[in-house]
Structure formats: C-alpha cells, structure tokens
C-alpha cells in the first residue's frame, strides 16, 4: 500500500509565499516521476510541475518564475515553493507520482489535496 499525503497548504495573501510538501511512503521500490496538480472551483485540473528521478523539471507557463518544484529523494518527498501568489492560484492542489511496488509495474498515486486559498 503506498501513501502520497500532502501539507503546507493554507490562506495567503496576495504577493505572499508558501512551500507544499508531499511525502510517499509504504513498500514503495522506486519513484520516477513526482509532480503537482491543481483544480480550481469550476475549472479543470491542470498540471502545476512535474520533477523527474533526476531532478529534470517541467512548468506550466503560468507558473514558471514563480513556483519551483523540487524532491527529496532520500524522503521520497516531492516540494512546491510558490512566490507571488495570485487570487488566481487558489485551487485544491494535488500530488501525484509514479511509484514501482516490489518487482510489480509503475503506477501513478495521488494524494487527497491541499488547499491553497490566495486572498486578502
């Protein structure tokens, strides 16, 4: 059984920062990659980042220079700094992450959310 469970969301105003946290954990073999996710009431979920076994890192344009996705593999822990929130961030945001159990095949796991509120 594998676990993603995220933290660190929260109310924030406008200009303002937070740091997201997602720890895996269970009989997990090996991660590949680990990414974050986000749906706003109303909307469609869309990809926030994503960061590879080897630190190799993909952006949504409207994120990049503002947010930085970064993992601790040692962890097993994958992070999200945002800077200059928006009121247009707020969203439930989601980890997901591709994880080998044993000798079994890759399957992709989410965690349950955290939601991250920008307003003044």
């Known amino acids: 059984q594998v676990q993603l469970v995220e933290s660190g969301g929260g109310l924030v105003q406008p200009g303002g920062s937070l740091r997201l946290s997602c720890a895996a954990s269970?009989?997990?073999?090996?991660?590949?990659?680990m990414g974050w996710y986000r749906q706003a009431p109303r909307k469609e979920p869309e990809l926030v980042a994503t960061i590879t076994s080897g630190s190799s890192t993909n952006y949504a344009d409207s994120m990049k220079g503002r947010f930085t996705i970064s993992r601790d593999n040692a962890k097993n822990t994958v992070y999200l700094q945002m800077n200059s929130l928006k009121p247009e961030d707020t969203a439930v945001y989601y980890c997901?992450?591709?994880?080998?159990?044993?000798?079994?095949?890759?399957?992709?796991?989410w965690g349950r959310g955290t939601q991250v509120t920008v307003s003044s």
């Open positions: 997901a992450a591709d994880i080998q159990i044993g000798s079994n095949g890759w399957s992709t796991y």
């Open positions: 269970g009989s997990i073999f090996a991660i590949n990659t």
